[in-house]
């Protein structure tokens, strides 16, 4: 079985500062791991997604997300934030074999203050 | 290409009523996905397809909730009779193919509100 906790349930930078959102995870097989964003009153995107390739992911708006097995972590960070990224964002984990579906956390809703 | 199309974006019904909710995939995507998402939390898988055969509906209630896939196109979503915590939203998604790493693309979601 797999979870993902995300620690916080509401992070507030302000504008040009250091985003971090957590999330830690557990599996009992090889994990995948993924991070989608949800702007208000939209479906989720794909941010970037870990498949035991690289363990340092970059995706799209210059997200980036490192995977540490020993810690079972998987947080997502951007140097510098945007008032653009002002959104929810969940976690996610599946199994990296078969129909593996997608456990998502509760998300951390991102505030970015000017 | 067009996104995942979902309506109605908004219902409001009284418990123990009946409620059904459409989805259209991006055409060509084989698997489609009916997630609920209750206020405050990650969305949760209720079924999956794969064409039109169930892959896995292991979190729906069988007992109110059901879904089709005819065609293995376009998805409705029913709830009958409905419950206040039936209240959520309820997101579509599909992918190119079933695996994992096949991307899921979201549609906006129909926001049920049960009184």
């Known amino acids: 079985a797999q979870s993902v906790t995300q620690l916080g349930s509401h992070v507030s930078v302000s504008e040009g500062a250091l985003v971090l959102l957590r999330c830690n995870y557990s599996?009992?097989?090889?994990?995948?791991l993924f991070w989608y964003v949800q702007y208000p009153n939209q479906g989720l995107q794909l941010l970037l997604k870990?498949?035991?390739?690289?363990?340092l992911v970059k995706g799209i708006n210059g997200f980036e997300a490192e995977f540490k097995k020993s810690e079972t972590s998987f947080h997502l960070t951007k140097p510098s934030a945007h008032m653009s990224d002002a959104a929810e964002y969940f976690c996610?984990?599946?199994?990296?074999?078969?129909?593996?579906?997608?456990?998502f956390g509760t998300g951390t809703r991102l505030l970015v203050s000017p | 290409e067009a996104g995942v199309a979902q309506s109605p974006r908004y219902k409001i019904i009284e418990k123990r009523q009946s409620v059904a909710f459409w989805c259209n995939p991006i055409?060509?995507?084989?698997?489609l996905y009916w997630y609920q998402q209750i206020l405050g939390q990650g969305p949760k898988l209720l079924i999956q397809?794969?064409?039109?055969?169930?892959?896995?509906d292991s979190q729906l209630p069988k007992d109110r909730f059901s879904a089709e896939r005819l065609k293995g196109v376009d998805s409705t979503l029913k709830i009958q009779p409905a419950k206040l915590e039936d209240s959520a939203v309820y997101l579509c998604?599909?992918?190119?193919?079933?695996?994992?790493?096949?991307?899921?693309?979201f549609g906006p979601g129909t926001r049920l509100t049960v009184l």
């Open positions: 397809f794969q064409n039109n055969g169930v892959v896995d």
């Open positions: 055409s060509g995507h084989a698997t």
């Open positions: 599996s009992s097989v090889p994990p995948y």
């Open positions: 870990y498949t035991s390739a690289a363990t």
């Open positions: 998604a599909s992918s190119l193919e079933s695996g994992s790493l096949s991307e899921q693309f």
């Open positions: 996610a984990v599946s199994g990296n074999t078969g129909f593996q579906k997608l456990v």
